[in-house]
């Protein structure tokens, strides 16, 4: 072998599983790390590709010099072997005290040993040397198989934990388990405002042809409740009088049929209220809902108006709440009109409504209602689409059997994600949350086993609150968001590294400046063409929507912060990601919606796993 001392060697089993094969900061066995050149993580993508026999043999071993040199480890000379043996063993009784496995101590003596031919062949007495170097050999072949046990370990020891933890999980609810106690209209104190109508902007109209924004939230049951019936009634008061600030809201959505076989959309101010559901879900409870590993399909009952699209409701109410008791719980569940709100007018909303709740005469931020001119200046209202858009949405999307789980990032694991990806791009303007996308970016993509060198998606959507010049009120009450895509090929996403990801995230978004924003709004004005379920839904695409800057836990009716945040069921396909703050600061919770086999592949894949608190 021609590639010199043993001084570094790496095999293709995952570097996260085990701190047994590091060494004084040097790997051991580990994947490629963000020091490789892409010359070497070529190289590793070639060893990946090989039968899982000739994989396990080979690896690169790098000389002093910094070359990676692939080897075979069945023809490593005696020493180096035996050099490879000592380093493994001596960090191996600190990695198994670690891991939770113990080693038996086994002793014996060569001297008794005797090996016997057989009839059929002469057999050549091992002496010590051939002895030693077999046991050498086995040893390190047993390690490789170790390894790959201690992944194994580690996944299962995960997947255990929620089950041993879970005691309900396996339980299964259905809608004979809701009963819906009362159903009724709440408007707003006052009718000042009944004959103002909004006209909606190119972002409002965007969101036309697709579902509503459904977020709830889960509350411990006040120790003090002894009348629900006063619970729910000041609830009522409450959502009546936080509709005196969002009287759009309380209103329909209303459109005109133009002769020029066009239509358009404005929102009609005329107080006929918000839809309030009182429900019950019998015998379940928190846990019910918290501890499985996936989101419980039961969960989508807690909201209102499931399964109708924004453009829709001309009949319909823009605002819905579900106040859903359980066992030891209250969830309130919010479904808004997603041509009205977008994701920052939705929690300004709920966060008024529990300032209301408990007492408050004035909310932290008023809405700002207006929102033509803010976003369009002196140009005319309004906009006018196509009568056939509407008339012929036949949008072909079909939902898929999804499964959708809840994974934590800490504020620390975010941190680490974020040095990383800055120091493999060498560059400081990566920030945590493009860190974060990049990570469950190349995650969703292993585990989807995309074919290699296709095109696919990341799509999320832009503020433009601060972006606009002048920049929109935070209060500003409709939507300001445009949708911006990230494309690379697959390749590129699991061989170029964290760093290389995150940095093309941080390009799309960091374009959107002012003129870029501007002639993105001109765009959209003179075409807008609303996105439709299909389009959102590409295969082997991943769309994030939500954002962890909203003030989900601030959001207290007087009961305490909410103990857990959930989505409903509405724009929901495979590949949907919705994000959300977690409890601790600085901690973010991200919901998947996948396919099962994704889902469960995503949850033993060791790398992602690694960044997650469970």
């Not at 499931?306 to 409701?313: D, F, I, K, R, S």
């Not at 858009?389 to 974020?418: W, Y």
Request: proline share 5%.
């Amino acid at each position: 072998m021609n590639c010199g001392g043993l001084y570094q060697v790496k095999s293709s089993l995952p570097a996260n599983s085990s701190s047994m094969w590091r060494n004084n900061g040097m790997e051991t066995f580990s994947r490629s790390s963000r020091e490789e050149d892409d010359e070497e993580a070529l190289k590793w993508a070639a060893i990946e590709r090989l039968p899982t026999y000739s994989r396990l043999r080979k690896g690169l071993l790098t000389t002093p010099q910094g070359e990676a040199c692939e080897i075979d480890i069945h023809k490593l000379g005696f020493q180096e072997r035996k050099n490879l043996m000592e380093r493994l063993v001596k960090v191996a009784e600190t990695d198994n005290e670690k891991v939770g496995i113990e080693i038996p101590t086994v002793e014996g003596s060569l001297n008794y040993l005797r090996i016997l031919p057989t009839r059929k062949k002469r057999m050549h007495v091992l002496n010590d040397n051939d002895i030693a170097f077999t046991f050498i050999n086995i040893s390190v072949f047993l390690f490789f198989l170790l390894e790959k046990r201690r992944a194994k370990f580690h996944s299962q020891s995960l997947k255990g934990r929620s089950i041993a933890e879970n005691p309900s999980s396996d339980k299964k609810f259905n809608m004979e388990n809701i009963r819906l106690l009362s159903t009724s209209m709440v408007q707003a104190t006052t009718d000042k405002v009944t004959d103002e109508r909004i006209e909606l902007t190119q972002c409002d109209l965007k969101l036309l042809l697709v579902g509503a924004i459904q977020k709830g939230l889960l509350f411990l049951k006040p120790e003090s409740l002894e009348d629900q019936n006063s619970l729910i009634q000041h609830l009522k008061i409450s959502l009546s009088r936080t509709l005196d600030f969002f009287y759009p809201l309380a209103g329909r959505l209303a459109t005109v049929e133009h002769d020029d076989n066009t239509v358009s959309f404005f929102i009609d101010c005329n107080n006929a209220g918000a839809q309030f559901v009182h429900a019950a879900a019998d015998g379940v409870s928190m846990a019910d809902i918290l501890r499985p590993v996936y989101v419980p399909p039961i969960l989508h009952s807690f909201f209102p108006l499931n399964g109708v699209l924004n453009y829709e409701v001309v009949s319909k109410p823009l605002l819905a709440v579900q106040v859903t008791e359980l066992v030891d719980g209250i969830f309130v569940g919010c479904t808004m009109n997603h041509a009205a709100v977008d994701g920052t007018s939705f929690w300004n909303f709920f966060n008024s409504w529990s300032e209301i709740h408990r007492g408050l005469d004035h909310i932290s931020k008023t809405p700002v209602l207006e929102r033509w001119s803010l976003l369009n200046g002196s140009i005319s209202p309004p906009i006018r689409l196509p009568l056939s858009v509407i008339k012929n949405n036949s949008d072909s999307f079909i939902p898929s059997p999804l499964q959708e789980r809840v994974f934590h990032f800490t504020k620390g694991k975010i941190a680490m994600l974020k040095a990383k990806a800055n120091s493999e791009a060498a560059t400081t303007s990566i920030s945590s949350l493009q860190s974060l996308l990049a990570h469950i970016w190349r995650a969703t993509t292993r585990a989807r086993l995309v074919e290699h060198g296709k095109e696919i998606d990341l799509r999320l959507f832009i503020g433009l609150r601060a972006r606009l010049q002048p920049p929109l009120p935070e209060s500003y009450c409709g939507n300001a968001i445009v949708f911006g895509i990230v494309t690379l090929r697959t390749g590129a996403i699991l061989e170029q590294g964290l760093g290389f990801v995150a940095l093309e995230i941080n390009k799309v978004v960091s374009s959107y400046e002012k003129n870029k924003v501007a002639d993105a709004l001109a765009s959209v004005l003179k075409n807008p063409s609303p996105l439709t379920m299909t389009g959102l839904g590409l295969i082997h695409s991943l769309g994030i929507s939500s954002s962890p800057r909203h003030n989900v836990y601030g959001t207290d009716f007087g009961w305490g912060r909410p103990v857990a945040v959930r989505s409903g069921p509405g724009n929901k396909f495979d590949g949907k990601v919705t994000l959300f703050p977690g409890p601790e600061e600085g901690s973010v919770d991200i919901e998947f919606s996948l396919l099962p086999e994704t889902l469960k592949a995503l949850g033993n894949d060791l790398e992602f796993m690694d960044a997650v608190t469970i």
